[in-house]
């Protein structure tokens, strides 16, 4: 079972328990109310960008609502090299959160590695917030707003996520990079 299927009930019970309607709910995440109904029906792949606005929206940790299991460590938690909790809501991109031991935590860390594709095969996205991606790996073609920014290793961007934003690996090489969204 693809694993926003799992994610989907944790969105609708939330969204219950905080007493809204679906059209409530969109209003307040400035979406559509298919988008809110089709992501609690676990019809679609959720975007990440989503699901943070909603874990902020209700404040809940988004490795509770990704996982349904709550974070416990406040004082530091260590992530070793490949232990990243893998967030598979996407099929074109690898997530690994870095920081879901963490509790309260203010910005969400990831090792996303994104494949290569053709141009338009990008899917634009936007969330609220703000975000930072700092090279790895590979080559990285960023679009913000249309405009096409191409990355390298030890190469940065911090930029508005509300902003259209896509990303896809070149050279035919997946790009490797961290991102941490706020």
Known sequence: M????DIAPR???LRDDMGWTAEEMAEKLDRSVEDVQRFEHGEVE?????LLDVSRLCKVDLTTLISGREPHLKSYAL??????????RRKDYDYKSLGYKFAGREMEPFFISVPPKSGEEMAETSHKGQEFIYMLEGRLELRINGEPLILEPGDSVYFNSESP???RGL???QAVFIDVIL
């Open 171 to 173: 050279d035919g090489k």
């Open 2 to 5: 693809e694993q926003y299927k």
């Open 46 to 50: 959720i975007p990440v960008g989503y």
């Open 11 to 13: 969105l609708a019970g």
């Open 165 to 167: 934003h896509a990303l």
């Open 79 to 88: 992530v070793r090299k490949g232990e990243g909790f893998a967030v598979d």
